[in-house]
């Protein structure tokens, strides 16, 4: 499995961004998607999965109400809308893959590089 991560970037607090995910190297029939996203000093955190057949979603407290995980299976893409970003939203963020919705939740058995996210307050 290849997960490509992109659209991380410099965002004022209060704004908007968008991830996306490219994902390849298998049909990812009942897999689910997401991410997870890591500060320094910190253990990954998971952020948001949504499973690729049904497309039923799970959010992390913190950002459930502000982000918005989708997916394009046509495209085999998987986007994490970002809004009302807070500075403690800064993180590298990681597009992650699991076989099951538990295994993308507590321990992702694929991983993208990170794209970094930079909230300024």
């Known amino acids: 499995v290849q997960l490509q991560a992109s659209g991380g970037g410099l965002v004022q607090a209060g704004g908007s961004l968008r991830l996306s995910c490219a994902a390849s190297?298998?049909?990812?029939?009942?897999?689910?998607l997401g991410w997870f996203r890591q500060t320094p000093g910190k253990e990954r955190e998971f952020v948001a999965t949504i499973t690729w057949n049904l497309g039923t979603t799970y959010y992390a407290d913190s950002v459930k109400g502000r982000f918005t995980i989708s997916r394009d299976r046509a495209k085999n893409m998987v986007y994490l809308e970002m809004e009302r970003l807070e500075p403690e939203d800064t993180a590298v963020y990681y597009c992650i893959a699991g076989r099951t919705v538990t295994i993308a939740h507590n321990s992702p058995g694929s991983w993208g590089q990170g794209t970094l996210v930079t909230v300024s307050s």
């Open positions: 190297g298998r049909t990812f029939t009942n897999w689910a």
